[in-house]
């Protein structure tokens, strides 16, 4: 039987302070927040996929998230934008592997619960951050 699984739908991440969440995500990150059915939770859209925010019902549950990867076109301009919203950048954009038609690129900062957070861009080759 072929299940047919399609893209992922929705990420939920457990954080210790839902409003410090949505100062980064909705504020800091720009995402756009879709609805907040309670107190302790909220959701964003990233372009399509949900990212469903809810207080932790144990600290234990913070430290158990994924990195999360934005994808952007502009790598160098997209982290100094987010170091002037205040963002500390925690690894500057550096090129993670060369492919034959493009340069991956990355760089992270982390939200207030300290959870990595990727951006990253598919240069072209040849691109250096300016």
Known sequence: MDLNLGR???IAMSVSDVEAAIDFYGTKLGLRQVMRPHESM???DCAGLSLFIEKARSPEDIA???VLY???VDLALTMKEL???G???FSPPHRITEQPTY????A????????LIGVQSQAPKGWTPS
């Open 108 to 115: 992270f900062v982390k939200d207030p619960d300290g959870h």
């Open 64 to 66: 158990k998230c994924s």
């Open 42 to 44: 909220v959701f964003f």
């Open 103 to 106: 340069d991956l690129w990355m």
């Open 83 to 85: 170091a002037a919203r």
């Open 8 to 10: 992922i739908g929705q």
């Open 70 to 72: 934005f994808n952007c």
């Open 87 to 89: 963002l500390e950048i």
